[in-house]
């Protein structure tokens, strides 16, 4: 596997959950990496992205609470994710995408579980 994400689990709100998405080296090098969710019932939804040139952004629901970064040295993309609501409570994959010659790459992880309790 390209991508593969761990750190996922059940908290109350208020909480705080680290999400990791280890990653092959020139994944990170190449690509832009993200962050998305889907909660049962609903369309996957784009949480953070962390492009290769280092730019980040924001889904309005997580900002100021979430916070994207990635460790080329551990080949790693990490989710910080503070102040946790039950209305986070989906499955989080990270996803690489990289557009070459016209040619779009992507990878997804298999997913882990985020459960928030009130």
């Known amino acids: 596997a390209q991508l593969k994400e761990s750190g996922g689990g059940a908290v109350q709100a208020g909480g705080s959950l680290t999400l990791s998405c280890a990653a092959s080296?020139?994944?990170?090098?190449?690509?832009?990496v993200s962050w998305h969710r889907q909660a049962p019932g609903k369309q996957r939804e784009l949480v953070s992205t962390f492009t290769r040139d280092a730019s980040t952004s924001y889904a309005d629901s997580v900002k100021g609470r979430f916070t994207i970064s990635r460790d080329n040295a551990e080949n790693t993309m990490y989710l910080q994710m503070n102040a946790l609501k039950p209305e986070d409570t989906a499955v989080y994959y990270c996803n690489a995408n990289w557009t070459l010659l016209g040619t779009k790459y992507v990878y997804w992880g298999q997913g882990t579980q985020v459960a928030v309790s009130s």
């Open positions: 080296e020139i994944i990170l090098k190449l690509y832009d």
